[in-house]
């Protein structure tokens, strides 16, 4: 197979949104000019963040939109809803209101939300970018801020506040003041405030008001009266307005306003209400029941065909309705009019409130927008069909990432109607699982299975069976696991793939939490097309790496960098390449490449695992990734960047146990490179494994260090434990030899087999030494290994010349032996690492009887001119031609360079050449 590079990485499509959350409300022709709150609004960019707080109706949002629209540069518009309060979806929205400036930003973001991404992590990446983007200002403003509840989005915004770029100019727009620092805000400058007292009307702008936009001709001494008991709240004014167009004494009309702005609001309503055609009036009852509205959904829910030329009017009369877009096709009542309304309503029609609640749900369900259906249905207190939904969508919104979506559904269902949404506890189980919330998935679980299920459910126990089979895997309860699992099989529907899917999912994680690996990669086999088929992306990323390390495991290399190359590059079809949810399948590759001994390649590929894990908080991925990273950068001769990449990884949260021995495995590592056998064995003896502990496959790697050090230290050592340390290391790399051939982890074994040869070549069994070294060969060759090899340092070079040598002079090598090509390639991989630097920080320092040891007695040029002929590959006759001396001359400079370079052959004289830097 052809080593493909890298892949590049392609940016992200966004997903489909609500474009009228975006939408910068229009602003009338006829209006009262306000060029002091613009002007400070303008003002107040300079520091940072700006904050309309007033109660509803004191004109925030129709300030803003009249500012946005004189700016010469744009502005991103965010209008906040109830369904905001998923923090997925938050972002989502905040990340494509940004987008609607600059369609390049946050293209990593994006890629982060495509995943399985902590918020958290989403916000910062998307903090970076800003920051990168410095010389780029924008202002975003956040509409209707106090609609915000949830604890999550809250601290999306407070860590954007606190770590705001200076490029971005925030606008929150609210009626309460939000649980941010204000008051930190204020005493650093950073801070302009728009309250109450200012949107208040002037007298001169009441006035204006009156007869500019509602038309209202009055006596100068009525308008005094209406601002003093108004006291220029745009709101009521305006209502007031509407209720005084048609009065034929507006004087005493105004001693009816007295008392709290909300009964003023509410006597105006009706009074506005009441001089309105019944059909208008109760056109504006209904709908007020919706949080948008547009021709169809209202002909939908009454019965009628006319409602957009309803709308149309009502815009025409000024009486509260906002345009969402600029074809006029969306619209939404003022909230503070539609929450006057929908009192009106209930005292008037209670009973018809419910009905319309429904059609109104089902609408929006037909339309394929489960939030605002369910919303509606729950509000109709009609729980069926919020089950329902529910049931249907459950599953497809923990996939897409709103997974907090999902726990208000099942929060805002009465605790007599959870259990029945079976399927939506379900998704929500799983969402926890892959979360690593192993003890909340519990009571979710129980909802799902239901104490009195019918046989009918088949799907649902199926798929229970399979998630209590995949929290029994990860909790190491692995028999009980692979019997859940099974069950799960044998009931799962055999046109179910989600449901079969998961079932073969959970038991190749059982396998493999059981040591498994050949059953654990058929159970992910059949999972993958299957989890592929039913659009399960976050179980087929699972299902991709579990299966590239198993491979890795084996020792196919190939198998594992064909499975990465075509989730890659299925990932970038899609543009989705940067999503966070290919991490592992990043470091898996990294990993092949190591082992083939391309370490830039390696090094590029594990930053993209380690840059994805970071915007996805993999801790699993991050911890290992890192671990990968320090591996290659101490190949490459970098320990001090190794060193950081290890000590990043001691820092991490909730780092799996799995990883920790790869972590001491490596510290002893690094330690060894730096020849400190003294932090090594600190390192390995705090790691509470000790030499004589059976071994398995997650410690056996901190058993090979153990070896490893017992072997630098026999090759120091000036007194008699030298034979004492080898013949302990031979012991542990028998035992981990044995278990991991049982256990068909050839890559291991290869591993094993090349130390074990190192410590045979020790203690002078040079054939035992060159029989483990024939072996590893063999399964090194046909997968191109080449890492473990240049690893093994200066002594396997030796081992390797003297190989060749034997196999060289063989008339009919046997059919199994290693290729003199690939012993030739592997010790020109050896040659740059074993000069004087690399050979100081090996584990395993030269043989003194080396030719790799400096020259005796140097060559002379006329040796070091046939020894580069020789290297050409020219015969003796051809030489002497060359030369212009006799065959006999060419003999004696021959024999020469074979006695000072400690050779008896051709190629081992040329090999030596390489590796000393002659030829």
């Known amino acids: 197979m052809d080593k493909a590079a890298p892949p590049s990485i392609q940016t992200i499509a966004s997903e489909p949104l609500l474009t009228t959350k975006f939408f910068i409300p229009q602003v009338r022709a006829v209006q009262v000019a306000r060029p002091a709150l613009c002007a400070q609004l303008e003002r107040g960019c300079a520091g940072g963040v700006m904050l309309l707080s007033a109660p509803a109706g004191y004109g925030k949002t129709s300030l803003l939109a009249a500012w946005a629209a004189q700016r010469q540069s744009p502005v991103a518009w965010l209008s906040l809803d109830a369904a905001d309060n998923d923090p997925i979806r938050f972002l989502r929205y905040l990340l494509a209101a940004l987008q609607r400036l600059d369609a390049t930003l946050g293209q990593e973001t994006q890629a982060a939300l495509q995943g399985a991404t902590p918020p958290a992590a989403v916000i910062t990446n998307l903090i970076n970018e800003l ?22 989005v809250m601290g999306l915004i407070q860590m954007l506040v606190a770590h705001r770029p200076a490029c971005l100019h925030l606008v929150i727009a609210t009626r309460e003041d939000p649980a941010l620092p204000l008051a930190r805000l204020r005493a650093q400058g950073q801070l302009v405030e728009v309250r109450a007292q200012d949107l208040r009307f002037t007298a001169v702008e009441t006035a204006q008001f009156l007869q500019e936009v509602m038309g209202v001709a009055l006596p100068a001494e009525v308008i005094a009266a209406l601002d003093a008991r108004i006291e220029g709240w745009p709101a009521g004014l305006q209502l007031a307005a509407l209720s005084l167009q048609r009065q034929d004494d507006p004087a005493t009309a105004l001693a009816a306003l007295s008392g709290s702005q909300h009964y003023i609001l509410s006597y105006l309503t009706e009074e506005v209400l009441g001089r309105l055609p019944a059909e208008q009036q109760a056109f504006l009852l209904d709908t007020a029941l919706l949080p948008r509205l547009s021709g169809p959904l209202c002909d939908a829910l009454l019965d009628r065909h006319d409602s957009a030329a309803q709308l149309e009017a009502l815009y025409a009369a000024n009486l509260f309705v906002t345009p969402l877009d600029d074809a006029h096709h969306w619209w939404r009542y003022h909230h503070l009019f539609a929450e006057l309304l929908r009192i009106q309503r209930q005292s008037r029609q209670p009973a018809r409130t419910a009905d319309l609640l429904r059609r109104a749900s089902a609408w929006f369900a037909a339309q394929g927008q489960p939030a605002e259906a369910f919303d509606l249905a729950c509000t109709a207190q009609d729980y069926a069909q919020a089950v329902a939904l529910a049931e249907q969508y459950a599953r497809q919104q923990v996939q897409q990432g709103y997974v907090r979506t999902v726990e208000q559904w099942l929060q805002r269902l009465p605790a007599s109607w959870r259990p029945a949404g079976r399927r939506a506890n379900l998704a929500f189980a799983w969402s926890l699982l892959l979360r690593g919330r192993l003890n909340e998935v519990e009571p979710y679980l129980l909802h799902a299975e239901g104490a009195h299920a019918s046989a009918a459910d088949v799907n649902i126990r199926a798929e229970a069976l399979a998630l209590r089979a995949a929290l029994a895997a990860v909790r190491s309860e692995v028999a009980h696991a692979q019997q ?8 799962a529907p055999a046109d179910d793939p989600y449901v079969l899917g998961a079932a073969h999912f959970a038991l190749g994680t059982a396998h493999n939490y059981a040591g498994n690996a050949g059953a654990a990669i058929a159970s992910y086999r059949a999972a993958l097309p299957l989890c592929q088929a039913a659009g399960n992306t976050v179980a087929v990323m699972l299902i991709v790496s579990n299966l590239s390390m198993l491979y890795l495991a084996r020792g196919q290399l190939h198998a594992a960098a064909v499975l990465c190359q075509e989730t890659i590059a299925s990932a970038t079809g899609r543009h989705a390449a940067r999503s966070p949810a290919l991490a592992s399948v990043y470091g898996a590759y990294s990993h092949v490449y190591y082992a083939w001994g391309e370490l830039e390649s390696a090094r590029l590929l ?34 001090t960047g190794a060193e950081a990449s290890l000590t990043q990884v001691r820092d991490l949260r909730g780092m799996p146990a799995w990883v920790e021995p790869q972590i001491v495995a490596q510290q002893a590592a690094l330690a060894l490179a730096r020849n400190d056998a003294a932090a ?26 153990w070896a490893r050090l017992l072997l630098h230290q026999a090759m120091a050592s000036q007194d008699g434990a030298h034979a004492q340390w080898l013949d302990a290391a031979y012991k542990i790399t028998g035992r981990v030899l044995a278990a991991a051939t049982d256990a068909e982890r050839m890559g291991v074994v290869l591993e094993t087999l090349l130390l074990r040869a190192l410590i045979q070549h020790a203690l002078g069994d040079d054939a035992a030494a060159l029989h483990a070294v024939q072996q590893a060969l063999r399964l090194g060759e046909a997968e191109g290994y080449v890492q473990p090899f240049i690893e093994a340092g200066a002594a396997m070079w030796v081992l390797l010349a003297h190989l060749h040598s034997i196999l060289a002079t063989q008339p009919a090598p046997r059919d199994d032996a290693p290729s003199l090509a690939y012993i030739a390639h592997l010790q020109q991989a050896i040659q740059p690492f074993t000069q004087s630097r690399a050979l100081s920080q090996s584990p395993n320092p030269p043989i003194s009887q080396s030719p790799l040891s400096t020259l005796i007695e140097p060559l002379s040029a006329r040796e070091l001119d046939v020894l580069r002929l020789l290297a050409d590959g020219l015969t003796y006759q051809q030489i002497a031609d060359r030369l212009i001396v006799s065959v006999n001359t060419v003999r004696f400079h021959v024999k020469a360079i074979y006695g000072k370079l400690g050779v008896d052959k051709r190629l081992a004289a040329v090999d030596v050449a390489r590796r000393l830097g002659l030829v």
């Open 606 to 639: 594990a930053e993209q695992a380690l840059t994805a894990a970071r915007l996805g908080g993999h801790a699993a991925v991050l911890a290992y990734g890192s671990v990968i990273y320090a591996r290659i950068l101490q190949a490459a001769g970098d320990l």
């Open 680 to 705: 090594a064995h600190q390192v390995l003896a705090q790691s509470g494994v000790a030499l004589d502990d059976p071994t398995d496959r997650n410690i056996e790697v901190i058993h090979l260090a």
């Open 484 to 491: 859940l699992a099974a069950d799960a099989l044998a009931l």
């Open 131 to 152: 920051a990168a983007r410095a010389h780029q200002p924008c202002v975003l403003v956040l509409d209707d801020f106090h609609l915000i509840e949830d604890t999550g």
